[in-house]
């Protein structure tokens, strides 16, 4: 179906083509029209389909119906993290390019005087994290009275244990009649009962079987001892020359170290994640797009919103312990029908979120141990289930000379991998102790 279809307007039209699009994704169809209409939306879709022009496109052409720029905000968008809401404003900016409509984001670790000045100017759309929308909004500096729209985008995260006293507190300065809009790749059980409860008769859009990956992404995991896990990681992006690598722990801290050994090794490396300032972590994104860094290390929560187009490899050095974050990972390639690679490593203290996974995604996923990396743990410890698992690699791997040019493998070092568990833990579980708040 093209986006001519759909009931748009000129405008809009015109900024589309600009984009470089004409025909709209399955998201798009099927969520466009019930928004145009003013219906609550409960819509499920895989990250790299388009959903975020899913809601913008509509919103802006209802703005549209709905007279000129005002003084106050009429649409809420509401992300987990501070690149998804740079992201989002960007697409908004982008297809509101022919319209009067102003747009801003609000997030932490800038400066809040800088968005006080400018919601004082006026705006219509806000694109903002929780913790430091609510800090505004207690402070009197944004008036949310006005709300028309409410956008809870990665609505599994920000319904989440983590966000959910924001949440509450942001509600209740919002008016009880608007329109609300729930996009997310996943959504559990939980969310759902959650969800039916700021939802009213919701038209529900899934263009994909719920808690399932994209269809282009191969997956493979290994079995490989704890202690090894950076050595097997430098010598598969040496010895494979992978360029442009994303690669997920658990913790900071984590983050942290393995970031540091991958440069010893060779790599050129940076991290992002929530202790990094908003300006370190807009940087080390930005070069590893041109290149300049070929491998970036993220926590899961610093990595929603990540826009990479045709990343290729994506690796959990650790998995998430908690197994709808597996689906948002290894989403961050494979987008818009574009190929992707994803590639983790499982020790044996792991297999349990190994098993998560896999009944979340209802399939097994063949492990293999590769030869030289077997557990220390001994005899039976590692996996022995699945079409590869307990096979290895016909020899033990050749360990690569790196440079500091990031174009070679990693060099051999006895630095022990990231550890699990050290640092402090991110998502879901940081959020039921109360420590999940989004700034």
């Avoid at 790299?48 to 009429?74: C, V, Y």
């Avoid at 349990?352 to 005899?379: A, C, F, H, N, W």
Wanted: glycine share 12%; net charge positive.
């Amino acid at each position: 179906m093209l986006f001519k279809d759909l009931g748009l307007s000129a405008e809009l039209l015109r900024a589309i083509d600009e984009q470089g699009y004409s025909e709209a994704t399955p998201i798009q169809q099927k969520a466009i029209p019930f928004v145009l209409e003013g219906r609550d939306v409960l819509a499920g879709a895989q990250t790299g389909t388009g959903k975020t022009a899913g809601f913008t496109l509509p919103i802006l052409s209802r703005l549209q119906a709905g007279g000129g720029a005002g003084d106050i905000p009429r649409v809420l968008i509401l992300t987990p993290t501070r690149e998804l809401a740079a992201q989002v404003e960007q697409s908004v900016a982008d297809y509101g390019r022919h319209l009067p409509y102003s747009s801003l984001t609000i997030f932490g670790g800038v400066s809040a005087n800088t968005q006080i000045k400018k919601l004082r100017q006026g705006c219509d759309i806000v694109v903002a994290t929780p913790g430091r929308l609510l800090d505004h909004a207690q402070q009197g500096n944004v008036d949310l009275s006005d709300i028309q729209i409410l956008v809870l985008d990665e609505a599994d995260r920000m319904l989440d244990m983590g966000f959910i006293r924001d949440m509450k507190k942001i509600f209740k300065y919002l008016p009880e009649q608007r329109q609300t809009l729930l996009f997310s790749a996943t959504f559990n059980k939980e969310i759902r009962k959650l969800a039916g409860e700021m939802l009213d008769k919701p038209a529900e859009v899934q263009v994909t079987p719920q808690n399932t990956t994209a269809e282009k992404v191969s997956q493979e995991i290994y079995a490989v001892d704890q202690s090894r896990k950076r050595e097997f990681l430098s010598h598969r992006i040496g010895a494979e020359n992978w360029q442009q690598v994303l690669v997920f722990t658990r913790t900071k801290h984590g983050a942290n170290r393995l970031t540091k050994q991958l440069n010893a090794d060779g790599l050129v490396a940076a991290a992002i994640h929530g202790n990094k300032s908003q300006s370190a972590r807009t940087k080390a994104l930005q070069q590893f797009k041109e290149g300049k860094v070929r491998v970036l290390v993220a926590t899961d929560i610093a990595a929603r919103g990540l826009d990479i187009k045709e990343l290729p490899y994506v690796v959990n050095f650790e998995l998430p312990n908690v197994p709808e974050d597996y689906v948002h990972r290894i989403g961050r390639t494979a987008r818009a029908g574009k190929n992707g690679h994803a590639v983790s490593l499982v020790a044996p203290d792991e297999q349990k979120y190994m098993r998560d996974i896999e009944r979340l995604l209802k399939t097994t996923l063949p492990q293999t141990v590769p030869e030289g990396y077997e557990s220390t743990q001994g005899p039976g410890k590692q996996a022995d289930r699945g079409n590869g698992a307990g096979t290895a690699a016909k020899r033990r791997p050749r360990r690569s000379g790196g440079n500091r040019s990031g174009k070679g493998g990693g060099k051999p070092g006895g630095n022990s991998g990231n550890r699990s568990g050290q640092g402090r833990s991110q998502g879901r579980s940081q959020g039921r102790s109360g420590q999940g708040r989004s700034r």
